[in-house]
């Protein structure tokens, strides 16, 4: 198998980046026998801290500090050129829009001959409907580096099909080389049976009753993930009686604290370590994925959808977000909403949470699409 590179540039490291990238090279590599080296440019910023973080997971990893902006990455296009000199990968998987016009400039250049785009979701949408603090000359400029990274890279991974329609429809995009794979949970999920003894345990934690419905809420309540869409949804079911909770699985937020003044009681507010978040999950009903109608969020693929699920919870969705809201639709998984419907919800029982679990195993997990990542490799290696 020939070496390749997996390029990241200025994403610092998360619990999304170990999910997402640390755990897919691991993934490919040990599934399909494949050598695919990490490449990473990190900002300046907590440059050791970060450095240290991703080296516990990925030892052999290069880790590189961005010159001297993220703004500047032209500046690092040469220090890759070095890098591919030495390494000699035959291609470079690039995880973003940046990533992959860096690869591309290497491209024919160095030992590198294919560029795969890994598109994480429409970033020049997101950087206008959401604002996003960049210099204004990168705002003017993002249309056509991403352009140039969906038409001009060798190959393509998309989060979602409604990605690759994206593409079509803004950059004209009618090939059909590349694969979707969506955000997927750790390799190392197993399947567990889920019993009423582990229900009724982790409701316990929280001093649940047996008839309170539980809301359960993972992430921030900011930018795409808007509150004042957010907020309708809640404190519907939260005015409908005592018996309703809501859990975030977030830090200390403003928009969080509110309610929590609002409906005493019946707010919860959790920040625990990835490990954690299941146990927490298990003491809920129901997932929120509350999202409004926007470019950004009609491409996307949450990785707390996954999540949900593989606590056995259906999710209550807003229509058009990426492909989950045609995937609850037909698997029954939840509910999928407009502004203004709220579906009667009820507990959830062990039957109900293991066919969501079972979905889980089939459609979320990363080996669920190892024909995909088999097709990227040999369209790479070709």
């Known amino acids: 198998?020939?070496?390749?590179?997996?390029?990241?540039?200025?994403?610092?490291?998360?619990?999304v980046f170990s999910s997402q990238v640390i755990d897919v090279i691991h993934f490919i590599n040990k599934e399909l026998k494949s050598d695919i080296q990490l490449v990473s440019f990190i900002s300046l910023h907590d440059f050791k801290k970060h450095k240290i973080f991703i080296r516990q997971q990925f030892p052999s990893a290069?880790?590189?500090?961005?010159?001297?902006?993220?703004?500047?990455?032209?500046?690092?296009?040469?220090?890759?050129?070095?890098?591919?000199f030495f390494v000699r990968p035959s291609a470079i998987i690039a995880r973003n829009v940046i990533a992959a016009n860096m690869a591309l400039k290497v491209r024919g250049k160095s030992s590198v001959q294919q560029v795969c785009f890994d598109g994480r979701g429409a970033i020049a949408a997101e950087w206008k409907e959401y604002d996003v603090k960049v210099v204004k000359s990168w705002i003017a400029e993002i249309d056509i580096l991403e352009k140039r990274a969906v038409i001009d890279s060798d190959f393509r991974i998309a989060v979602s099909e409604k990605l690759v329609e994206y593409w079509n429809e803004v950059y004209s995009?009618?090939?059909?080389?590349h694969v979707v794979i969506p955000c997927t949970l750790n390799s190392n999920f197993k399947v567990k049976p889920i019993t009423t003894e582990d229900i009724e345990e982790s409701r316990a934690k929280f001093g649940f009753q047996e008839n309170d419905i539980v809301l359960a809420y993972s992430g921030s309540t900011a930018g795409w993930q808007s509150f004042s869409i957010l907020y309708p949804y809640l404190s519907h079911y939260l005015n409908l009686g005592s018996y309703y909770k809501v859990i975030f699985l977030a830090p200390e937020e403003e928009n969080i604290t509110k309610l929590e003044q609002e409906f005493p009681g019946q707010v919860i507010r959790k920040w625990v370590s990835h490990s954690e978040v299941p146990s927490v999950l298990?003491?809920?009903?129901?997932?929120?994925?509350?999202r409004e109608q926007s470019i950004t969020n009609k491409v996307a693929s949450p990785t707390k959808f996954a999540e949900y699920l593989s606590a056995g919870l259906p999710v209550i969705i807003t229509e058009n977000l990426g492909d989950y809201s045609f995937f609850v639709a037909k698997h029954h998984c939840g509910y999928v909403v407009t502004g203004s419907e709220f579906p009667l919800l009820a507990t959830s029982n062990v039957e109900l949470r293991t066919k969501m679990v079972a979905l889980v195993q089939h459609y979320c997990t990363k080996g669920a699409y190892l024909n995909q990542y088999r097709k990227l490799l040999e369209k790479l290696s070709g």
Not at 70 to 78: D, E, I, K
Not at 173 to 177: I, L
Not at 282 to 289: T, V, Y
């Open 173 to 177: 995009y009618s090939e059909k080389a």
């Open 1 to 15: 198998m020939k070496k390749m590179i997996y390029l990241t540039y200025a994403e610092p490291p998360s619990g």
């Open 282 to 290: 298990m003491a809920c009903d129901i997932g929120i994925l509350i």
């Open 62 to 84: 290069l880790i590189l500090p961005m010159l001297p902006k993220a703004t500047y990455w032209r500046f690092n296009v040469l220090l890759l050129w070095f890098i591919c």
